[in-house]
């Protein structure tokens, strides 16, 4: 079974551009979260969708955004981007709600100048 | 910030020791799990221990749960090079599906 997958792998943008990340989970995975990585905040929450719908959403500004279609797949989209918004985002996938183990993909490495 | 505390920080140790790393949380919390990330990569999940449950094992991983103290421990036993890597504690603390990560113990093993 194919893992969770991430597009791309890296990119790099100026600021004020906007940025649209793809994730494709496990097969069968119907919950989807993102989570952003920096050195100096760690690793912190942005959203998690469940059948199409945001169930949870972390403290992020409005410019994070994200979707989830009727196959499970999942965007993210950062307008207006800043240099802070550099980090690796990370996708993880369950089976449901019901189960708490994440299984991630490799991330994205956005880097902002 | 909910975030999670581990220490240290960094740990260095020879290929055969044990290696441990402590991890403390700040409310309460249905379950934990231990995830590890090797350099810049996802994460992987390696154990979940649940409120009601004092020690687990996996393999050569042995997890500890203290609810009181609100801290856990995961100890790697006859570590190898193979598990260098940087290792995170995560709990439920955020609500379902929102996990809240602690700040990570990177951890060299060396030949």
């Known amino acids: 079974k194919a893992g969770v997958t991430q597009t791309p792998r890296y990119l790099i943008k100026t600021r004020g551009q906007q940025v649209t990340l793809s994730c494709s989970p496990i097969?069968?995975?119907?919950?989807v979260s993102w989570y952003q990585q920096t050195p100096g905040q760690g690793l912190q929450f942005l959203f998690e969708?469940?059948?199409?719908?945001?169930?949870n959403k972390g403290n992020f500004p409005g410019r994070f955004s994200g979707r989830q279609f009727s196959n499970s797949r999942s965007e993210m989209n950062v307008s207006t981007l800043e240099l802070g918004d550099s980090a690796l985002y990370l996708c993880a996938s369950s089976p449901d709600r019901g189960q708490e183990k994440l299984f991630f993909g490799s991330g994205t490495q956005l880097s902002v100048l | 910030s909910q975030q999670g505390e581990e220490d240290p920080q960094a740990l260095s140790i020879q290929e055969g020791e044990n290696a441990t790393m402590n991890c403390s949380y700040k409310?309460?919390?249905?379950?934990l799990q231990w995830y590890r990330q090797n350099s810049g990569r996802g994460l992987v999940h390696l154990i979940l221990?649940?409120?009601?449950?004092r020690e687990k094992h996996s393999g050569r991983l042995r997890v500890t749960l203290d609810t009181s103290k609100k801290s856990s421990s995961l100890l790697i036993t006859a570590s190898r090079a193979a598990d260098t890597a940087s290792y995170f504690c995560?709990?439920?603390?955020?609500?379902?599906?929102?996990?809240?990560f602690g700040t990570g113990t990177r951890l060299l093993v060396s030949p």
């Open positions: 221990i649940r409120s009601n449950e």
């Open positions: 995560a709990t439920d603390a955020g609500g379902f599906q929102k996990l809240v």
């Open positions: 969708y469940f059948s199409e719908t945001q169930r």
């Open positions: 097969s069968g995975h119907r919950s």
């Open positions: 409310t309460s919390i249905n379950n």
